[in-house]
Nanobody
Framework: QVPLVESGGGLVQAGGSLRLSCAAS????????MGWFRQAPGTEREFVAA????????YYTDSVKGRFTISGDNNKNTVYLQMNSLKPEDTAVYYC??????????????????WGQGTQVTVSS
């Protein structure tokens, strides 16, 4: 069973919005932080945003600051990514991830223990 399940991807025109959701499929999964990463064709997976539950701290990669917002519900192990003013370069498969070890290294993929299977976001020009 995949521990994290993403939803909300799709096709949108440039300037539009999408909201991605990610939920833990197991109640026993308890995380210190959750994040979003993305991978465009022919590129490596890159960090997008992360949230640390205890402090509420949010961290974003520069290219999405002011356009994307990460939020969530720790009790439900659910995280969202509101994406506004989308650009064609945002086209990618988006993955959510959970950090259950408490290392809080938000942009470091190795800090995350569980991953979803990804949801496709396509932004047309």
């Amino acid at each position: 069973q995949v521990p994290l399940v993403e939803s909300g991807g799709g096709l949108v025109q440039a300037g539009g919005s999408l909201r991605l959701s990610c939920a833990a499929s197991r109640r026993t999964l308890s995380s210190y932080a959750m994040g979003w990463f993305r991978q465009a064709p022919g590129t490596e997976r890159e960090f997008v945003a992360a949230i640390r539950w205890a402090s509420g701290s949010r961290y974003y990669t520069d290219s999405v600051k002011g356009r994307f917002t990460i939020s969530g519900d720790n009790n439900k192990n659910t995280v969202y990514l509101q994406m506004n003013s989308l650009k064609p370069e945002d086209t990618a498969v988006y993955y959510c991830a959970a950090d259950t070890g408490g290392s809080w290294s938000p942009s470091d993929q190795s800090a995350y223990d569980y991953w979803g299977q990804g949801t496709q976001v396509t932004v047309s020009s």
